[in-house]
C-alpha cells in the first residue's frame, strides 16, 4: 500500500516515537494526579516535553504550552477563550472547519466575523485582511497553509499589516513538523498544533502555544491535580486550560517528535518539497487533470481528474492500485467554494516517501485518466 494521505494523519513514525510511546503505554500511571514515584516521574516528563515545545516554537515559557488531544480543540480553547458578543473577528475562505465552525458559533452569539477571500492567484487576500482588521478587530484567525491547496500565507506580512492590538491566531495544522514556525518572530499569539501529522507524533496529540499577552478563559472545566479546594478552574497556566487527565502517551509522543524534528526539519523539508515538486509535475502532464497545488513545503497535491468524482478517484485509486489518498471537501467547504470545485483528489506526502512510489502514482492516474474518457 502506498500512502499518500499525511495530510489527514502521518503515515511514518519515527524509531524513537514508537519506542518512546510504547514505553509510556507500561508506565501506567498518572502524571500530576499522585505522589508515589512513578506519577511524579510521568509529571516530570510531560514537563521535559512542555519545554522541548516551548523552545520548538519559541514560546515564552513552557506554562504557555498546554496538551489538548488535536489541533481542533486548541483552536476551539484559543477561539472560544478569547472571543466575546461584540467582538470583531477577520478570517478567510481557506480555512478548516476547526475555525469555520468556532467561528460561526461565536457568531450566533453575536461576534462579527468577516471572510477575506482569495486573490485571482488562488493566496488569502493580505490586502483585504488589513483593510477589514483597520476597522477594528479583536482577533485575525488565519491558517499558516491550506490543507486544500498547501498555500501559505506570508504570516510576517499579515502581522505587520494588522492592529498591533489584534491577536493573531494561526491554525498550524498542517505547517507545524514541515517549516520552522516561532510565534515570537512571527507575532503569533495563540498557535494551534496537531501533534500527528507533521509533528510525527500519534492520533489523540496536539497543543495550543500561545503569547504572554494571550490569556484565553478556560472551556472545559475539571480536575488539575492542583488548586483543588478551588471550586473554579486555577487561574495560571497550562493548568487552567487542562482540565482532566492529560494522554500521557500522545504528549510523550508529540515530545518525541519535536526532538527528533529539532534534528532533521531542514532536510525533511527540502526533501518534501522536491517530492511535492516532482508529483505536481508529473501531474501537470497528464491530459485530463487539473492541478490546483503550487509546489510546497507541506507535501499537498490537489487536483481533480476529468469529470470523475473526486471521492471516485480516491475510491478506485484505492481499490484498483493501493494507493492511499483523499477526495472531497477536506472539511474546508469555503475553500472549495472560492476555488470553484465540489471536491478535490487530495495526494499528500511526506519526507518519508519516494520517487518510486510517485512513478507508480502516477502512472495510475494516467490510466483512470485514460479510462475515463473511453
Do not use: W
Request: aromatic share 8%; net charge positive; hydrophobic share 40%.
Amino acid at each position: 500500500m502506498i500512502y499518500f494521505d499525511n495530510a489527514a494523519t502521518g503515515g511514518f513514525k519515527p524509531d524513537g516515537v514508537i519506542g518512546a510511546t510504547a514505553a509510556a503505554l507500561k508506565a501506567g500511571a498518572n502524571p500530576g494526579r499522585s505522589g508515589h514515584k512513578l506519577s511524579l516521574a510521568c509529571a516530570e516528563r510531560v514537563y521535559a516535553c512542555r519545554t522541548r515545545l516551548a523552545a520548538f516554537f519559541g514560546a515564552p515559557s513552557a506554562d504557555r504550552v498546554v496538551f489538548t488531544k488535536n489541533c481542533t480543540e486548541a483552536l476551539n480553547f484559543a477561539l472560544l477563550g478569547s472571543i466575546e458578543r461584540g467582538d470583531r473577528v477577520i478570517t478567510t475562505v481557506a480555512e478548516h472547519n476547526s475555525v469555520l465552525r468556532p467561528l460561526r458559533y461565536l457568531e450566533k452569539q453575536g461576534a462579527e466575523v468577516v471572510y477575506a477571500p482569495l486573490t485571482p492567484s488562488g493566496d488569502i487576500d493580505i490586502r483585504f485582511i488589513a483593510e477589514e482588521a483597520k476597522k477594528g478587530a479583536k482577533a485575525v484567525v488565519v491558517t499558516l497553509a491550506s490543507n486544500v491547496t498547501g498555500a501559505s500565507p506570508d504570516i510576517a506580512a499579515v502581522r505587520a499589516s494588522i492592529p498591533q492590538s489584534a491577536y493573531l491566531i494561526c491554525d498550524g495544522a498542517q505547517a507545524c513538523g514541515h517549516r520552522k514556525v516561532d510565534i515570537k518572530s512571527l507575532g503569533i499569539d495563540a498557535l494551534a498544533v496537531a501533534g500527528h501529522k507533521g509533528m510525527l507524533g500519534i492520533q489523540g496529540s496536539g497543543a495550543l502555544v500561545f503569547s504572554e499577552r494571550f490569556n484565553p478563559r478556560p472551556v472545559a472545566f475539571g480536575g488539575t491535580g492542583s488548586d483543588s479546594y478551588n471550586l473554579e478552574m486555577p487561574d495560571f497556566y497550562p493548568d487552567r486550560l487542562e482540565a482532566g487527565t492529560l494522554s500521557y502517551p500522545a504528549i510523550i509522543s508529540l515530545g518525541e517528535g519535536a526532538l527528533y524534528l529539532g534534528a532533521h526539519l531542514n532536510e525533511n523539508r527540502d526533501r518534501t518539497v522536491y517530492l511535492t515538486d516532482l508529483l505536481l509535475n508529473g501531474l501537470s502532464a497528464i491530459k485530463g487533470v487539473k492541478v490546483y497545488s503550487r509546489t510546497n513545503d507541506c507535501g499537498i497535491c490537489a487536483f481533480s481528474l476529468g469529470n470523475m468524482q473526486s471521492e471516485m478517484a480516491a475510491y478506485r485509486l484505492s481499490e484498483e492500485f493501493s494507493v492511499c489518498v483523499r477526495g472531497g471537501l477536506h472539511c474546508a467547504p469555503l475553500m472549495h467554494k472560492a476555488l470553484r470545485s465540489e471536491g478535490l483528489v487530495r495526494a499528500s506526502l511526506s519526507a518519508f516517501n519516494n520517487e518510486r512510489e510517485i512513478d507508480y502514482f502516477l502512472r495510475a492516474v494516467s490510466r483512470l485518466s485514460a479510462a475515463g474518457k473511453r
